[in-house]
């Protein structure tokens, strides 16, 4: 959950860490601090707080001078944020600095045994005891002490360490956290995220779990974790850092929103060719398809509630049964898993730390795993047997929009492709849905469109303090996709439920003045929904209602109306989350509230 910056160079070092901490805001923190080493030891400054107050402490960097350093943003897990508990953290006698992202299970012995040692502990923290065990390992050989140190550790991390004894030289050490190498001439990087590195050099390379690397300005050296050195490929990043800037727009979860007919249209067309769907991502033989006896789709968030979708159209259309669970649950129970069963990862960062052991547990037995993510060389992507990569572009805003919408038009183009492959569609039908996935990028276009009134809905729903969505099939998975955006960036409470359950307890939570929001583009299941809106109205409910164009019916019942473009009715859902997605940034903005950066929110969880 923590944002990672080190840099060595010729250059000075605080203003690029402070830089690319900037970056990394919107993954979520509460304090921030940067370490900087030069000729006369390590200078730390660290504090509560947003970057602002960091650079401020510092007057920019210029209070820091050196040509390398280490930075961090901080979510607090051991210890409240504190500048006490903010990282960097030092060593007692200031040799070590580190940052750390991720969390040591066994700190309370290694914490027990070090202060028996002598070691005087300043903060709350897991990561303080491996600044503790480098002084305790260290005889002059950065290398052999780093690799001491994390032998000792158990759990996850992303390591980022300097040693006053030798500047210039920066450590990065990864272990089911993501680090990233930024490669450049005479200046070198690393990063929680590519997006604190793209300003600088596009050229990347990612570390494996074990892995380790030292940076120098003159290069970047490999290792494995006994210390053998080792290669790895240099990627080079495809976009550009225009495209994580909000060219104009006031907010870069609007910006996002309007960015998903292009994001879509990046997903579609290059695996739409001559009137075929074709996977090349996805080469699970014939024989391997066919004893496909059932099909479990996992995640967390909002890439669980897009599975929610894919659930429906891969049964709709494959005729195989699928459970959507949520990696949370999935790891720690014992699942019915072997060889005939087709795990879907779905995940934007490829770094949710609940999904990789999710997705371990099941490929122990025997699973075979299809990774829909959307950062190339994420750990998901390398731990599956098949991925698919959303290429959705870079998505800043904590709340995820077009992340969401282009793993829900991976999971139906998925299914249309699995279906015709299985035999389950005729020509015919395969051609229909083709044409309507190709038509998904004017669809989310059409639905921007439709709703010009959705400002002014905002204003007037705004001071809401409690808010169901409703509805049925897959307008209930749009729904819960919709209750989270106005949860997460309105900090409404918002609760989503299946329609049919009112009568089940729910409905005793209806009363005056209460909003609620109800899907009903299920045609086939419309005239129940009307019976539903009449319950909660006949309690006093406000109800928005969300109908398909042309539907004059609902606005027998309904208090107000948005608008959603026609298409076909298993592919509902992603017509239908456009103008929730934005409804939910106006009440956000009418409320004053953060958009971007959501209070004690994280971009990419990678951590329990």
């Not at 007057?59 to 350093?69: I, K």
């Not at 572009?393 to 282009?406: L, N, R």
Request: hydrophobic fraction near 40%; charge should be negative; glycine fraction near 8%.
């Amino acid at each position: 959950m923590c944002g990672i910056v080190g840099f060595t160079g010729r250059r000075d070092a605080a203003p690029i860490l402070l830089d690319g901490l900037s970056k990394l805001e919107y993954r979520g923190y509460d304090s921030a601090g940067v370490a900087v080493g030069g000729q006369s030891g390590i200078q730390m400054v660290k504090t509560s707080g947003v970057i602002k107050n960091l650079k401020e402490k510092t007057h920019d960097g210029m209070d820091l001078p050196g040509h390398s350093g280490i930075g961090h943003t901080r979510w607090a897990t051991h210890g409240a944020p504190t500048d006490l508990n903010a990282h960097p953290h030092m060593s007692n006698n200031e040799k070590f600095a580190i940052v750390h992202n991720g969390i040591i299970e066994n700190y309370a012995v290694l914490r027990e045994e070090l202060k028996e040692k002598g070691f005087i502990f300043k903060s709350e923290t897991d990561t303080e005891v491996i600044v503790h065990l480098l002084d305790f390992y260290y005889t002059g050989d950065f290398k052999t002490t780093v690799m001491k140190t994390v032998a000792r550790l158990e759990g996850s991390y992303a390591l980022g360490v300097i040693c006053a004894d030798f500047p210039g030289h920066l450590f990065a050490v990864r272990e089911a956290g993501p680090l990233i190498l930024g490669v450049g001439v005479d200046e070198h990087y690393f990063a929680s995220d590519v997006t604190a590195l793209i300003s600088h050099t596009k050229n990347v390379i990612y570390l494996e779990d074990g892995q380790f690397a030292q940076l120098t300005p003159d290069g970047i050296s490999l290792y494995d974790s006994t210390g053998a050195a080792i290669e790895a490929p240099v990627t080079r990043v495809v976009w550009d850092i225009e495209a994580a800037e909000k060219g104009g727009y006031e907010h870069f979860m609007l910006k996002e929103i309007m960015e998903q007919p292009s994001a879509l249209k990046a997903t579609i067309e290059p695996r739409i060719k001559q009137g075929e769907i074709v996977l090349d991502e996805f080469s699970l033989s014939e024989e391997d398809l066919q004893n496909i006896n059932k099909i479990i789709i996992t995640a967390c968030g909002s890439a669980y509630y897009a599975g929610c979708q894919g659930k429906y159209a891969i049964e709709e259309l494959c005729r195989i049964p699928v459970e959507i669970d949520l990696a949370s649950e999935l790891r720690y129970r014992n699942p019915l898993v072997d060889d005939k069963t087709l795990l879907i990862v779905v995940s934007q960062s490829g770094e949710t730390a609940d999904t990789i052991a999710a997705m371990k547990e099941c490929k122990d037995r025997g699973a075979k795993i299809l990774a829909i993510v959307n950062v190339v060389g994420s750990t998901i992507s390398k731990l599956a047997d098949h991925v698919i990569y959303t290429w959705a572009g870079p998505e800043i805003a904590v709340a995820t929009t077009k992340g969401y919408s282009t793993q829900v038009a991976v999971l139906d183009l998925f299914a249309v492709y699995l279906a015709k492959r299985l035999g389950r569609i005729d020509d015919a039908r395969y051609q229909e849905l083709m044409d309507c996935i190709r038509q998904f990028p004017a669809l989310v276009q059409r639905a921007i469109d439709l709703n010009p009134n959705l400002m002014q809905l905002a204003e007037q729903y705004h001071n809401k303090e409690n808010v169901f969505f409703i509805g049925r099939y897959n307008d209930y998975a749009a729904c819960l996709e919709g209750s989270l955006k106005l949860k997460e960036i309105s900090y409404i409470h918002s609760e989503a439920y299946a329609a049919g359950e009112l009568k089940h307890g729910t409905i005793a939570l209806i009363e005056e003045g209460r909003l609620v929001i109800a899907l009903c583009c299920y045609e086939r299941l419309f005239d129940k929904m009307m019976s539903n809106i009449k319950e909660v109205k006949a309690r006093g409910a406000c109800v928005l209602g969300v109908a398909l164009e042309g539907n004059r019916e609902i606005f027998k019942e309904a208090d107000d109306v948005i608008a959603v473009p026609r298409t076909e009715p298993i592919f509902n859902a992603l017509a239908e989350i456009i103008p929730l997605q934005l409804f939910s940034y106006y009440v956000a903005k009418e409320n004053g509230c953060d958009i971007d950066k959501p209070k004690n929110l994280a971009k990419s969880v990678t951590v329990e």
